[in-house]
């Protein structure tokens, strides 16, 4: 099972490699990880994917938390959460398919922010399976080159 973890961290150089490195030691595959820093300029966000089952991130949980650079782990997985990806993705087109790729972009909401004349380049945003979607809806035109930004979540709170 996919487990969503947010590490507040110290905003240091190294601090990304040491939180990657526990996971790399214990042979732990990352899915997705996005780091930025938060509203306090002194503590990073990570947002990391991971698959693994309830003892599993049990145990990254407690790895991280010894570490001491780390603040704070979260497993969002069980929370209600609004989650986002970005993706670039690049697109081969031709004069006959340009009109259907583009009625395509605006059913899932994307955005071209590049055109030349054999491509263009899409910005998408949403969960992962609109991403996924718009991913293997497009693939038959051509997808020449797909960059994705990882999940990034925050909790969603009442009012």
């Known amino acids: 099972m996919l487990h969503t973890l947010a590490v507040l961290v110290e905003n240091n150089p190294g601090v990304l490699t040491r939180?990657?490195?526990?996971f790399?030691?214990?042979?732990?595959?990352?899915?997705?990880?996005s780091v930025c820093q938060t509203e306090n300029p002194g503590i990073s966000r990570m947002t990391?994917?991971?698959d693994g089952d309830e003892t599993v991130i049990e145990q990254?949980?407690?790895q991280l938390h010894k570490l001491v650079v780390v603040h704070k782990?979260?497993?969002l997985t069980k929370e209600t959460v609004v989650d986002r990806e970005l993706a670039l993705v690049r697109i081969k087109v031709k004069a006959d398919t340009r009109l259907e790729i583009l009625?395509?972009?605006?059913v899932?909401?994307?955005r071209v922010v590049d055109m030349g004349r054999s491509n263009l380049t899409v910005e998408l945003?949403?969960?992962?399976?609109?991403?996924?979607?718009?991913v293997r809806t497009i693939r038959p035109f051509g997808l020449m080159e797909l960059v994705r930004t990882g999940k990034i979540a925050i909790t969603r709170l009442d009012s």
């Open 24 to 33: 790399a030691r214990r042979a732990y595959n990352i899915n997705s990880l």
């Open 125 to 134: 945003t949403g969960d992962e399976e609109k991403i996924d979607a718009f």
């Open 19 to 22: 939180v990657a490195g526990l």
């Open 60 to 62: 990254v949980s407690k």
């Open 103 to 106: 009625q395509i972009v605006d």
């Open 73 to 75: 782990v979260v497993d």
């Open 48 to 50: 990391i994917v991971v």
């Open 108 to 110: 899932f909401r994307g």
